[in-house]
């Protein structure tokens, strides 16, 4: 049985973390395909081009607060509005470097952000997600 995530996406700016977080999800065993968006704004088109499109929204996104263009923040705000025209639910955490409170305390108040995980992220991390999946 394959108890993998089918799709995960990763949106955050920092090429090399992008780069060990393909690692690090490859090492989990975790997604069959992963998704990467360097900006908030590529991704919200992508998810706005494909809401109505099941199979090619993932299951889950890693999105980083700090990005150019579109931050997480705003992403959240488009993305939180397309989320009834999504026939499946998306699962989101933030990963961030972040340690400001405020940030913590603004991520609890959207429902739609399942939990924050500060940076670096591990195989236990991506684990956990997993499993909170119940995949």
């Not at 949106?11 to 360097?38: G, L, P, S």
């Not at 699962?91 to 340690?99: K, N, R």
Request: aromatic content about 10%; overall charge negative; hydrophobic content about 45%.
């Amino acid at each position: 049985m394959d108890n993998k995530i089918d799709i995960a996406c990763v949106i955050d700016d920092d090429e090399i973390y992008t780069f060990t977080v393909k690692r690090i999800i490859n090492r989990a065993e975790i997604a069959n395909k992963t998704i990467f968006f360097h900006n908030g704004k590529a991704a919200l088109d992508f998810f706005t081009d494909n809401a109505s499109r099941v199979e090619e929204l993932p299951d889950v996104i890693l999105l980083d607060i700090n990005m150019p263009v579109l931050d997480g923040w705003q992403f959240l705000d488009g993305f939180v509005k397309l989320i009834p025209k999504f026939g499946k639910k998306i699962t989101v955490y933030i990963v961030s470097s972040s340690i400001d409170e405020e940030d913590y305390a603004r991520a609890r108040k959207i429902s739609a952000v399942s939990d924050f995980i500060v940076k670096p992220l591990t195989v236990e991390h991506l684990h956990h997600i997993r499993n909170a999946l119940k995949i």
